[in-house]
């Protein structure tokens, strides 16, 4: 669990601990918590490249201005190869949390349902994806404040950009021509997965995941390994245990 990761690194002399999914406000706060006051310059944002005019059809509480007032999509917060690895595992959720979103939703529990939208409201943001983003942060607080006829008014909505997600950034499924790895060496990649998740490696669990990334793995394994996949993103030791 994470209470375990966090009392790991701690007796082995590290100072504070951030458990994943990380979320870059926390993150933000925690580098001010730890670099010295006099190094850091506060810059505020400029959100003129964000701004349009302000839709004439805003609701009277404001929401749909706040939500119409970005543009698409802004600057990723990653580049290169860690934004494709981003990217990747973003797309690779999008069916399994659409589908827990909407679970919560008809299920009324607005517990779970205002911290599924917070998730999604950073991890759209790390990509860039501000406009989604923004609603899935007034979805939060709707959630948090019980406005239902809020959430009523936008949970399609958002589930619709949400699910688009794939397309847009051409992720749609596809052939898969990599080599076929036989099950045995997948099998052994899973126990030393096992054995690095006892010390909360999550180095060496990476690296093996991204071995197995280069072969196609056989239907046999293939849920195990997605499941796998999904406890080592989520740093979920009990799981990979």
Known sequence: SADDAESFYIKKGFTDYLAKPIDPQVLENMLKKYIPAEKISLIEADTGALSKKKSEAAGED??????MDLEEVA?????GDILEKVLESYMESVDENASLIKEYYEK??????????HALKSSSRIIGEQKLGALAEKLEHAGESLDIEFIGKYTDMLLEWYKAMPSKYGFEEKE????????????EAFSAIKELAASFDSDGIDGIIEELEKYRISDNLKEKYETIKKAARNADWNSLI
């Open 62 to 67: 404001g929401s749909d201005e706040i939500i």
């Open 75 to 79: 600057s990723p917060m990653y580049e």
């Open 108 to 117: 009324a529990d607005w517990e779970n349902y205002s911290i599924k939208v």
């Open 176 to 187: 898969d021509d990599r080599p076929l790895i036989d099950d045995n060496s997948v099998k």
